[in-house]
């Protein structure tokens, strides 16, 4: 590079830094929205597939599922029952744009954002309660990442998992989390066996609650990866924490790094 092109060089880059924006190559990767739904505009259409009392369980509290303002809402009862009758299930797959969806395949990386209330009500509990899942789209596949409520020594947290090799990502207190706003950003690198990066974020009342990652795991089964939330928990809890209640999302942000 000759002189007169470092010095303009120089200049676009310092005035970028100037300006507080990163000073990097035009070229350097970065994060571009792919799907921003809006509860209010959107509706249910925002997902791929609604698994709302797939058994037929308890038609008379339908919808489970809707929107609620600008807010998806999933309502559980404690009478509700999956097609497998040891556990419940309210849930949403995959990100809808428009006639298409997209399609998580291995090498990509993803990023998942947003706001997620818990009340006091949805506690954890000493077996699975799952509130968003990564798998495999099809039946009988096995969940490839998992954001749980669980007991752990009585006390209720909030974790996330790495289903192979059953990887603990990270886990907090779930209490300073009921009742309030809590900002979700997860970021996934789709990898076969030890290929594949998690990170996961919190953030509650402009206040980072955890900041961890977990690299060289597998995040990749077959076919692509395909996002969920809802409400997914067994029956076979002991400490007596099931109870009617719900789980607010909004402000939904998928985005893919390239």
């Keep these: 590079m000759n002189a007169s092109r470092r010095a303009v060089l120089g200049a676009a880059l310092g005035g970028a830094v100037a300006a507080g924006l990163p000073a990097t190559p035009a070229s350097a990767a ?5 799907w ?13 597939t609604i698994e709302d009392d797939r058994a037929g369980s308890h038609p008379s509290g339908a919808p489970h599922i809707r929107t609620e303002g600008d807010n998806f809402r999933f309502t559980m009862h404690t009478v509700d029952r999956d097609t497998s009758t040891d556990r419940q299930r309210q849930e949403v797959t995959g990100c809808r744009d ?3 969806y997209l399609r998580w395949t291995s090498g990509q990386t993803w990023r998942i954002t947003y706001s997620m209330f ?3 009500s949805l506690k954890a509990t000493t077996t699975f309660t799952h509130i968003m899942q990564m798998k495999q789209p099809g039946t009988g596949t096995s969940p490839i990442v998992v954001q749980s409520l669980r007991r752990v020594g009585g006390v209720q947290t909030i974790e996330l998992k790495v289903f192979t090799g059953d990887v603990l990502v990270g886990r907090t207190d779930l209490g300073p989390l009921h009742d309030r706003w809590t900002d979700v950003d997860l970021r996934m690198k789709i990898g076969d066996g030890t290929s594949g990066t998690v990170r996961w974020i919190l953030k509650s009342g402009g206040a980072t609650v955890i900041d ?3 690299s060289g795991v597998d995040t990749f089964l077959a076919d ?3 996002p969920k939330w809802g409400i997914y928990r067994s029956l076979g809890d002991t400490s007596g924490s099931l109870q009617n209640c719900h789980m607010l999302l909004t402000r939904m942000r998928a985005y893919q790094l390239v």
Excluded: K, N
Aim: no cysteine; aromatic share 6%.
């Design 212 to 214: 961890t990652s977990r």
């Design 36 to 48: 921003s739904p809006s509860a209010s505009r959107d509706g249910l259409r925002a997902f791929e």
């Design 118 to 120: 818990l009340p006091s």
């Design 30 to 34: 970065s994060w571009q929205l792919r």
């Design 98 to 100: 428009g006639d298409s």
């Design 224 to 226: 692509r990866v395909r």
